[in-house]
């Protein structure tokens, strides 16, 4: 009974470079949510997702950032061109239809951009 | 959305009662307040959620006064794996946790 599970734990780019962060959700989950942490911050939501489906993407940067839950497969956040400040922890959270006991988070994936 | 104060850090010793206190005066009729707890280098995982009154679970109790604009997490009999910061986040119902507004936490430190 896997919780949620994300790849890599860690991830060194260098700057211009592209970074793709894996998220599997919890077995029984359909909703799938991002978040980044910067040093000495709160958690900030990014992007809620279903299959298939982009639900409320309102707190993605316009530019660079992407995110994608197909049909079959984990969900993929995906940062082109990657810049010293995208470094961060960035968490995957997943929850069944109703939410009622809050979100499962994974461990992160720690993005280093040198 | 509403805003929560908390104390930045606390230290408690093994075996005490720990009591976190959030303040949250702006607290809106339909939201609920919920707890997270993180360990390093891991994600936050949900403690506790209440509305009114008294929430317990097998983790923890959250006491929520009949005006609402504070809450306090009580951790029962602590040990040195609760050291961990603990957030206190307010939001519009059960189903729209990803609103939550996430602040710094409360750095709690578990002293033998």
């Known amino acids: 009974n896997a919780g949620v599970m994300q790849n890599p734990r860690h991830l060194v780019r260098r700057r211009g470079q592209e970074a793709r962060l894996r998220c599997s959700p919890m077995k029984g989950h359909s909703h799938v949510y991002w978040y980044r942490q910067l040093p000495e911050e709160g958690l900030k939501f990014m992007v809620y997702?279903?299959?298939?489906?982009?639900?409320?993407e309102s707190g993605m940067p316009k530019e660079r950032f992407s995110a994608e839950f197909p049909k079959e497969g984990p969900s993929i956040l995906r940062i082109q061109q990657v810049v010293r400040g995208d470094s961060a922890a960035y968490f995957c959270?997943?929850?069944?239809?109703?939410?009622?006991?809050?979100?499962?988070f994974g461990s992160g994936t720690r993005l280093t951009v040198v | 959305l509403a805003k929560t104060t908390q104390p930045i850090s606390m230290d408690s010793y093994e075996g005490q009662e720990v009591n976190i206190t959030c303040s949250h005066n702006?607290?809106?009729?339909?939201?609920?307040i919920t707890w997270y707890q993180q360990f390093p280098s891991q994600g936050p995982r949900f403690i506790i959620q209440g509305y009114k009154t008294k929430v317990t679970n097998e983790v923890a109790s959250l006491f929520i006064p009949a005006d609402r604009k504070s809450s306090t997490l009580s951790l029962p009999r602590v040990s040195l794996s609760d050291t961990a910061v603990y957030y206190c986040?307010?939001?519009?119902?059960?189903?729209?946790?990803?609103?939550?507004?996430w602040g710094l936490g409360t750095s709690l430190a578990v002293n033998p």
């Open positions: 997702l279903q299959k298939e489906n982009i639900i409320d």
């Open positions: 986040l307010v939001g519009e119902g059960a189903g729209n946790n990803r609103k939550l507004i």
């Open positions: 702006n607290i809106a009729t339909n939201d609920y």
């Open positions: 959270a997943s929850s069944p239809e109703t939410a009622i006991y809050g979100y499962t």
